[in-house]
């Protein structure tokens, strides 16, 4: 967790961009489209004029889990950079608390130190009272 609070240098938001928009061009609608094309069309129809053991139909079911393990990066990286996102806008929001905090506890010590102050200035105004009693002559 405290990894992923921190700041992050200048490389690692440049780097992190450059993910972004490579992903971002990602046409994950057309992937789904293909992958069911091959699916559905493609190697039904290969099995059936050549068999599953023809290169054509290995070939094409390795296209299809390719762009299913694509589909699924794509999706991963979103759910991360929602994540991410969340991290920062949390971050912040416990930054705000700690610093209202902070004043508070700030406010609580200085009554803290005005009453000890109070106290003690009332403990020795007694002490003064009960030591002029006592030096009283009789």
Request: charged fraction near 40%.
């Amino acid at each position: 967790m405290k990894e992923a609070l921190r700041e992050k240098t200048e490389e690692e938001r440049s780097r992190d961009k450059k993910m972004a928009a490579g992903l971002d061009g990602i046409p994950v609608k057309k992937m789904m489209d293909q992958t069911l094309y091959i699916d559905k069309e493609l190697l039904p129809g290969i099995e059936k004029k050549r068999g599953k053991d023809h290169p054509d139909y290995e070939f094409f079911a390795g296209v299809r889990d390719s762009l299913l393990y694509a589909i699924i990066l794509a999706d991963r990286y979103e759910t991360l950079e929602t994540r991410n996102i969340h991290l920062r806008v949390w971050k912040q929001l416990q930054q705000e608390n700690l610093d209202l905090l902070e004043r508070e506890l700030s406010k609580f010590q200085t009554l803290e130190e005005l009453y000890l102050t109070d106290s003690m200035d009332r403990y020795a105004q007694g002490v003064k009272e009960r030591v002029k009693d006592l030096l009283k002559p009789k």
